[in-house]
Each structure stands twice: as structure tokens, then as C-alpha cells.
């Protein structure tokens, strides 16, 4: 964690997390990149935990990546370790061998498979990881772990964020409640010298792999494939959700449409929207936070790129960062996206203040309260294409001064 | 034209255009948003005059891009038309109603058809343009069109724009010299406010319609379609090419690929991307002028699409401005870009310096030289993705401060 102020748009506090049956954690300073920084993480979890997963889909992913997603098709794991400090990613066979290396001293701990440990890093681009300062630490680490070490956990893998990022909620399945816990960290999409989105997930519940992977890849959608900071896709990000079983025994589960996860699924969508917007709520330089949600477009898909566009768009997150109500900038954004939108039908809401309507400007509109609530840290804008029932919601930040310090004058 | 400093990256001076045979032209000050400033622009056209043009993609055009997609399809022109101040974008009927007012009143000065007159706009968008003070000022304007106000006509289309473009060109067609002049307008894609991209070209070759159209599409390819400074699309931007065919008689041309037309068709991308980098040069708060260079890729259409996704990436774009040699943002936004290539064989240089190959960075690399280049004015990328043949070049600025400046702080 650099020394940035804290963002002004962070939660008033680290929630309380509690334990997750199975699961054991714990981090500490092993020097990869800064001294004295936390800076390797590590999660223990019991046998017969099951693993799903969602990683970049940049074409050029650090051997952590690589190494994800050949351990996620068969879906169990023991462990889990990150690093932060350096992504390990563009590092050619040093870094595959950094990866096989971690895994070997963290199975020979736990006694178990290579395979079941997974691995994330964040950081720095293209220098070689120091991994023997990580295998040295790691036995001394894993005879510390604890079910308590959340936040201390949320600490060890963060990087440019200003806050540590963590979300809790419970849920019934059959009767019986069981707990989902995250942590992440991330500025967003950002991947500068130091940055890279990650976050994982951790439940009692027990639930088959296949379930596992129903039941993550529609809220990843919907979370963090719904936030943007600057358009800019990591080469690390990494989305994992383990669960244990260990959790109070509920009947089984075996498919993700079972209506006894209703609550579940609901559940997890909710936190992991949690740690999506915290992310969006830590973006470099961010100054306010920002909704924007896209109705009457021709798909969900379609929805979602207009949404992204009008999100991504320097000019309309300039205008945002100057409380300057200039919706000229939505209209050339939903145009620029390349969806069918009807111009003589779109509809602009901004804070809820009416704007546009039918292809103009409102009758008489009046500018002073669409103004009043631009200048607010939340900001909402609604716009509708006109076309058919195609819905998403977008969540980013402004584009300020302060994007410029981190990213152009600031040489980490 | 606004009152911020002259972009550091500008031309020396304007340069001299020569009269083009059958043109006429003229600016006025119409006060169509500013009292004073010279905002209206209009060149005549001798009879037999063709036409051929390139409109935004942008699904919420304005109504003079609207009506010159119609005219464009009948390929003659006897006059052009060009407003600053106001776009004239997202107006409804009345901006339809202006369009053809100006239309009607420019084909009664000059005795022919309304859809004879091309119409472009550029300005604010979404407020209503009062077209009465451009008709009223037309017989005025039109009394004193010459053949020399090249520079003046230049001076009326600017906005946001920090200094005049204008470019000339000849060619031999046919042992026939030939004149191309071309001005412009624009910071880029930026469509504030107050922005859009304009080019106009006038030639006095003789050339039927439809060898202007196959001539222009592949030179905007390579010239407008190939920069970018924010990667916003305006909802105006529109070049147009007319040949009067009033120069020095050369034989009759009647495809684009007659091998007479070979330094003209040179000549004219020689001149077209002359303007669009001065565009780049006059981008939105630019400290640095970009080149971007990809060959290795899987096609042509494939190189653009990397380098575009580098040159619109804000963490490179901010890294340039910074003078940060942070290579691997560059691999981050080659990876975003969706399109082959091989993280195994991906070779970078900037400034002619080696800075990784195969997948790698090089050996013993000094990065002194390296921030030696970007601390430069003019910036060299060149990546290889090592996939195929496919090659394209794109130039860019820097995001920097005065950009935020420009669209955040400043409001019209």
C-alpha cells in the first residue's frame, strides 16, 4: 500500500470477518519488491475444498495466470498463495519456475499436491520474481495461520490501493447458514508499475466444482466485469471462490440452478458487488463514485458495452471530475459504443433530473440541480437507448489530476 | 479558437496554399456562439465539380453529417458550407430545419441545387443553432469569395484548436501538374464542448466520383483513421475531398488504380496525413507526439486494432507524459488488445532501443538511453507481436495534466 491519502470515497471501516470453517490464513513481510512490507499472503483450507475461477483475458498473462488455469479445470485446492510487489507476469521460464516453485514448497507443507496450491501475484510488470525469499518464509508463515487473520490477510496483497478491501455476508442453504467471505485488491482495471485486480472468495458451504463455476462466472459478470477505472485490463487479474464444506452440514447440492441456493447466489452476488465497487471506490485518483445504468438496449450485452463506453469515456469522466453537466459528452459516448441506440428516442437522467428526452434537450431544462448533484461524491446516470429491453449497471470513478500524479509523475 | 497557449508540438507557420483551380472561398464572423469570431465558412464550386467524403461512425450523428451521407451519394458539389460554435448535434427537427435553410439560401447565391451544398458543423452540442445569423450573412460572404483565403477559411473552422491547419500538395497525372489543398480542424477524436475533427481537400484534376471515393477511403485509412488522442469519437467528424477538374487538362481518368494516378494518390495521402498529424499535434493538452508502430500481426486491420489499444491506453499514454520508460504497460495494452500475438516472441523498442525480445526484457538492458528518448518531444514505439505480416502505424499524444485542464477544470 503506497503512501497516498486514503481515497475520499473509502468505507468508514474494515468490516469485522468472521471465521470460515476450513479455512486457516495468515500473511507476513518477505521482502519481494519493499522491506518491511507485508507482502505474502497465504491460505491453508481442508480437505475436499472445491475451487472456481475467473482470470484475465488479456493475451498476455503472468505465469501465475497460466498456472490458474490449468489447476481450475480440475477444481480442488489446498492452498492458496499471493504475493504482491511484482506480478511475476513477462518474466519468460524464470517466472514459470518461480510458480512451480512456490507450489512445491507449499505442498511439501500441507502435504499435498503441486496442483492444489494456487498462486496469485500483483505488481510489478516484466522483473524476475525473487522467489527465494518466499519459499525461506513460507514454512515460518504456515505455522502461524489462524482463522482470524483477515484483515491482516486483505493487507498483505495490496498495492497502489489507499484501503484494504474486505466483505462478509451469511446465507441459508437448506436451513442451515453458511458464511462467504473476500478480500480484494485493486484500483481498478489499472495496471501500472504496481497494480492488478484480485480477489478472492472463501465459503463453508459445500459445493461441487461444477457448481462452484455456475454459480461465479453470472455474478463476475455482473461485479467485477461491471467496474472499470480506465479501460486498462491487467495481466494478473484473478477472481478465485473456494469452498470448503466445512460449514454446518446442509443436504446436497448439485447443480447451480438447485432453488435451495437462491439465497446463496444472491449472497455472493452481493459481496463480490461489495469488493467490485470498493475497488471502484480506491481508483487512482478517483474523486467520485460513479453509476451509470443503461436500459432499453437491444441485449444485456449490448447494455453493458454502451455502459462501458459512456464509463470509459475521457470526456465524460473529465466532465464528472468538474461537476460539469455536459451531457453532450453521454450522447457522442452511446453513439461511439457501436450498438443500436435510437438517437430521436434516447433518454438521458442524471441524479434523476430529467435531461433528455426524444432525441433534444427536456422543455425548460433547467440545469442548476443536475449541477448541484454533479458536484456531490455519488453520482448517477440513467440512460435509455430506446431500442428494446436490454438492461446493465456500470460502475466507475472520474478522471481527475490525481490519475496523472499516480500514473505520469509519480516513478515507483 | 480558445485562448490556451499554442500547442509546443505546432508547425513553425501556416503554410502558403496556391489558388486550386474552380474553388472560391471566404470566412465570416456570423456570431453563431461568440461575438466577433470568425465562425463561417464557405467555398464555391465550378459546374462539374465531384465529390466524395468519409462521416463519422458515431450512432448519434449530427444533421449536417446526416444530410451529407445523402448528398454524398449523387457525388457532385457546387458549394460547402462549414459553422464553428455550434455542431448543431442532437437538435431534433430544428437542426434538420437549419441544414436545409442553410442549404436552400447558399443554392439560391449560387443557382443550383440544394443538394449541391455540402454542410458541416462544429461546435457545442445539443443547443439549438441559430441558422438565421449564417443565412443572413451568406450574400454578404458569398460577394466576397476570392481565390487566395485559404489561411482565413482555415482560421473559421477552429474551436478548442490551438492553431490553423492547412497542407499542399502536387502530382503529375498524366504529365499534368495538379494541386491538392486540404485544411483542417480538430484536437483529435475529442468532442468536448467544443470539438470534432474536420478535413477539407480540393483538387483541380479531373476525377469522376467514384474514383474520389476509392481513392479517399484507403488514404483516411492511413491518415485520419489512423490517430487518436482520446479514443472519443465525435459525432461530427466528416472529410470531404472535391475535384473541380478545372486544372491543366489531363486525360480522362476513369478508375482509382489507372497507374496515372499513382503520384496523386500519393500525394494525396502524403497531404491527408500532414493534416491529421497536425491534429495530433494540437491534441487536447499534448506535450509529446507519438508514433506507434506494429508489424508481426495477424493482418493489416489487426496491426490497427494493437495499435490503437496502445495508443488509447491512459496508463501508457500517462507513462509518455511522465517520460517513465514503463515497458510493460505497453505489453499489458498489446495483450488487452484481443488480437494474436505471441507473449513468447513480443519484441518493443522505442526510439530505436531494443527492449525486449522474445518475450523478455533484453539482456543487460539500459534504460538510460530509453528515458533519454521520451524526455524528447517526439516519441518512437515500435512492436513486433511476432504472429504474421500484418503492419500499421498510429500516432497519438500524451495525457497529461492540461488535457484535465482542458475538460474538467474549464467549462465553456
Known amino acids: 500500500?503506497?503512501?497516498?491519502?486514503?481515497?475520499?470515497?473509502?468505507?468508514?471501516?474494515?468490516?469485522?470477518?468472521?471465521?470460515?470453517?476450513?479455512?486457516?490464513?495468515?500473511?507476513?513481510?518477505?521482502?519481494?519488491?519493499?522491506?518491511?512490507?507485508?507482502?505474502?499472503?497465504?491460505?491453508?483450507f481442508e480437505r475436499g475444498t472445491t475451487v472456481a475461477g475467473v482470470l484475465t483475458q488479456n493475451r498476455m498473462p503472468g505465469a501465475p495466470v497460466d498456472w490458474c488455469r490449468r489447476q481450475l479445470a480440475h477444481g480442488r485446492a489446498r492452498a492458496l498463495v499471493v504475493k504482491?510487489?511484482?506480478?511475476?507476469?513477462?518474466?519468460?521460464?524464470?517466472?514459470?519456475?518461480?510458480?512451480?516453485?512456490?507450489?512445491?514448497?507449499?505442498?511439501?507443507?500441507?502435504?499435498?499436491?503441486?496442483?492444489?496450491?494456487?498462486?496469485?501475484?500483483?505488481?510489478?510488470?516484466?522483473?524476475?520474481?525473487?522467489?527465494?525469499?518466499?519459499?525461506?518464509?513460507?514454512?515460518?508463515?504456515?505455522?502461524?495461520?489462524?482463522?482470524?487473520?483477515?484483515?491482516?490477510?486483505?493487507?498483505?496483497?495490496?498495492?497502489?490501493?489507499?484501503?484494504?478491501?474486505?466483505?462478509?455476508?451469511t446465507a441459508e442453504i437448506d436451513g442451515k447458514t453458511v458464511t462467504i467471505n473476500g478480500i480484494a485488491k485493486g484500483s481498478g482495471m489499472i495496471a501500472p508499475d504496481m497494480a492488478t485486480m484480485l480477489a478472492f472468495f472463501f465459503t463453508d458451504?459445500?459445493?461441487?466444482?461444477?457448481?462452484?463455476?455456475?454459480?461465479?462466472?453470472?455474478?463476475?459478470?455482473?461485479?467485477?466485469?461491471?467496474?472499470?477505472?480506465?479501460?486498462?485490463?491487467?495481466?494478473?487479474?484473478?477472481?478465485?471462490?473456494?469452498?470448503?464444506?466445512?460449514?454446518?452440514?446442509?443436504?446436497?447440492?448439485?447443480?447451480?440452478?438447485?432453488?435451495?441456493?437462491?439465497?446463496?447466489?444472491?449472497?455472493?452476488?452481493?459481496?463480490?458487488?461489495?469488493?467490485?465497487?470498493?475497488?471502484v471506490r480506491?481508483?487512482?485518483?478517483?474523486?467520485?463514485?460513479v453509476s451509470i445504468t443503461v436500459t432499453g438496449a437491444a441485449s444485456t450485452a449490448a447494455a453493458r458495452r454502451i455502459g462501458l463506453t459512456v464509463a470509459n469515456s475521457p470526456l465524460v469522466k473529465t466532465a464528472i471530475a468538474g461537476a460539469d453537466a455536459n451531457w453532450g459528452r453521454i450522447v457522442m459516448a452511446v453513439g461511439k459504443a457501436g450498438e443500436r441506440a435510437d438517437r430521436d428516442r434516447l433518454a438521458i437522467r442524471i441524479g434523476g433530473h430529467e435531461v433528455t428526452r426524444d432525441g433534444l434537450a427536456v422543455p425548460g431544462y433547467d440545469e442548476a440541480p443536475v449541477v448541484r448533484h454533479m458536484q456531490g461524491r455519488e453520482i448517477e446516470i440513467a440512460v435509455d437507448v430506446g431500442v428494446a429491453g436490454g438492461a446493465a449497471t456500470i460502475w466507475t470513478c472520474d478522471l481527475t489530476h490525481g490519475y496523472i500524479d499516480i500514473n505520469a509523475d509519480y516513478r515507483s
Chains 1, 2 share one sequence.
Not at 282 to 289: I, P, Q, Y
Open 1 to 44: 500500500m503506497v503512501d497516498t491519502p486514503r481515497s475520499p470515497l473509502a468505507p468508514a471501516r474494515f468490516p469485522t470477518l468472521p471465521p470460515v470453517a476450513g479455512v486457516r490464513l495468515g500473511s507476513m513481510a518477505a521482502g519481494i519488491r519493499y522491506r518491511g512490507r507485508t507482502d505474502l499472503m497465504m491460505a491453508a
Open 84 to 169: 504482491s510487489g511484482n506480478a511475476n507476469v513477462f518474466t519468460g521460464r524464470a517466472g514459470v519456475a518461480a510458480v512451480e516453485a512456490t507450489a512445491a514448497a507449499t505442498a511439501d507443507l500441507i502435504g499435498c499436491k503441486k496442483g492444489d496450491v494456487l498462486i496469485a501475484s500483483t505488481g510489478v510488470i516484466g522483473e524476475p520474481l525473487p522467489v527465494e525469499r518466499v519459499t525461506r518464509i513460507l514454512p515460518k508463515l504456515y505455522g502461524r495461520l489462524t482463522d482470524k487473520a483477515w484483515r491482516k490477510a486483505a493487507d498483505a496483497i495490496l498495492t497502489t490501493d489507499t484501503f484494504a478491501k474486505g466483505a462478509t455476508r
Open 205 to 279: 458451504a459445500k459445493l461441487p466444482t461444477a457448481v462452484l463455476r455456475d454459480l461465479l462466472k453470472p455474478a463476475n459478470e455482473r461485479s467485477f466485469n461491471s467496474i472499470t477505472v480506465d479501460g486498462d485490463t491487467s495481466t494478473s487479474d484473478t477472481v478465485l471462490l473456494f469452498a470448503t464444506g466445512k460449514g454446518p452440514r446442509h443436504g446436497k447440492v448439485e447443480t447451480a440452478g438447485d432453488p435451495r441456493l437462491k439465497a446463496f447466489r444472491a449472497a455472493l452476488l452481493d459481496c463480490m458487488t461489495d469488493l467490485a465497487q470498493q475497488i
Open 282 to 289: 480506491d481508483g487512482e485518483g478517483a474523486g467520485k463514485f
